[in-house]
């Protein structure tokens, strides 16, 4: 790491890699750290390589998490961040610091996700207390997640950004996947506790609405970051896909009430659509990994004093075409309620309802969203939605019961609704190939 390009092989020899995981503290305007975030090294998108990092890194994250408590370099490295993600905003067309944020997100996640396997929150107290220098005494750790929605929001989407907004979902993946290795109830888990009440309300609906935006424009992941295998091996998702896949499964035991033990499938081979195949569905990775951070935060429990913010979002969006404005359902607190373009909304959820997320988003949408549901049920081109969900169940022998069981949940609470019934019998289909 550090002077331009680097690989997996020169990390032991590497003067800047050993000068950071050392005991020497280095300041924040140290210009080493120009030096140390010049690396040219890929953030993996296979299980393979994602693995051969972890282990190749292993050495150096536990010397890291040895000598931190007294240098303190990981904060520093977030300020870093910090800093540079508030420059980019102005200047997004300057490689140069789009490279150097991206770096230093990139090791800031590999020690973060490191910290939260090891001892979940311990190492992590320090950059919970509030700061000396901030008149607001806001922690570290709470200016770093602002910072990391702030980017997603506001850095446009392009072949240069692509990587590094990526690098931010992942990273917040990784922060929120401590549910997975937590010892105690998540609630009252600090890094839980910043998402949830410590964040601009307004700031929670515009990230929320950027989720959605970024899952609807599937933005084709660009050639040169592309997960297409070169050695002729199996193009599988890379670890931070799994993260997702697998934080935002749980929630089907929670919507399921348990009635599976399968783990989320992928999509089916041969479904009719125009993105569904394996591999677009997979270089897609912006739109994934988007929708799997918005299930994990919609999905989170809260106790009735402090409601889930991204999910009251969620269900009160309206159409940018509608007339409706927005309402507020039982037990709903005022937020800045934002709108989407139903229509490209339900065209790509009629692309991907036969994914898990996506059939989990529809449900929520169709269940809690009264805005949404009056519009899917309007439509007069229902059957694009309906026969992939039919499908599901159909190929029921290629599925896991989670996903099945949502596709009926769906199917019901459409047919609870006499005009839908009265439409769905009146639309003639050709011939199915299934």
């Not at 990092?53 to 370099?73: A, G, H, M, R």
């Not at 996700?113 to 190492?123: A, L, T, V």
């Not at 041969?270 to 912006?286: C, M, P, Q, V, W």
């Not at 409601?307 to 005022?334: I, M, V």
Request: hydrophobic share 40%.
């Amino acid at each position: 790491m550090g002077a331009q390009y680097s690989s997996l092989n020169d990390l032991k020899s590497n003067e800047y890699l050993s000068r950071f995981i050392s005991e020497e503290s280095i300041l924040i305007n140290d210009p080493f750290w120009n030096q140390f975030l010049s690396f040219r090294l890929q953030s993996p998108f296979t299980t393979a390589h994602s693995k051969l990092l972890d282990e190749s890194c292993l050495i150096y994250l536990q010397q890291f998490v040895l000598n931190n408590p007294k240098t303190n370099n990981y904060g520093t490295l977030i300020e870093v961040f910090n800093r540079l993600a508030n420059v980019i905003r102005d200047e997004y067309n300057n490689n140069i610091i789009i490279h150097q944020t991206y770096n230093s997100l990139f090791i800031l996640r590999l020690i973060t996700k490191y910290f939260i396997e090891i001892d979940s929150e311990q190492n992590f107290y320090p950059y919970f207390l509030p700061q000396d220098i901030s008149t607001e005494r806001i922690s570290l750790m709470t200016i770093f997640v602002d910072t990391l929605f702030r980017t997603t929001i506001m850095l446009p989407v392009d072949s240069s950004t692509y990587g590094l907004h990526l690098e931010v979902l992942n990273t917040l993946l990784s922060l929120l996947s401590i549910q997975m290795c937590a010892k105690e109830a998540i609630f009252i888990s600090s890094i839980y506790s910043i998402f949830m009440h410590r964040l601009d309300p307004l700031l929670i609906s515009e990230f929320t609405r950027t989720l959605l935006e970024h899952f609807i424009k599937q933005i084709e992941c660009p050639p040169f970051l592309a997960a297409d295998s070169t050695d002729g091996s199996k193009n599988e998702s890379g670890s931070l896909f799994k993260i997702g896949q697998t934080v935002a499964s749980s929630l089907w035991s929670v919507v399921t009430l348990g009635m599976s033990s399968s783990s989320t499938s992928t999509a089916t081979e041969g479904t009719a659509t125009s993105i569904d195949s394996i591999k677009d569905l997979r270089n897609r990775h912006l739109s994934n990994q988007s929708i799997h951070l918005l299930l994990i935060l919609s999905n989170h429990f809260t106790n009735d004093i402090h409601r889930n913010p991204y999910r009251l979002a969620l269900l009160h969006f309206t159409d940018t075409q509608g007339k409706n404005s927005p309402t507020n359902l039982p037990d709903s607190e005022p937020l800045p309620w934002f709108s989407i373009d139903y229509h490209r909304l339900y065209d790509v959820l009629c692309q991907t309802v036969h994914t898990d997320q996506s059939t989990l988003l529809l449900y929520l949408l169709l269940h809690r969203n009264q805005h949404f549901k009056a519009y899917v049920i309007s439509r007069t081109n229902i059957d694009q939605i309906v026969l992939p969900v039919l499908r599901v169940i159909y190929t029921s022998t290629e599925q896991n019961s989670h996903h099945i069981y949502m596709s009926l949940i769906i199917l019901l609470i459409l047919s609870e609704d006499d005009f839908f019934n009265r439409t769905i019998h009146d639309i003639k289909l050709k011939k199915l190939t299934w």
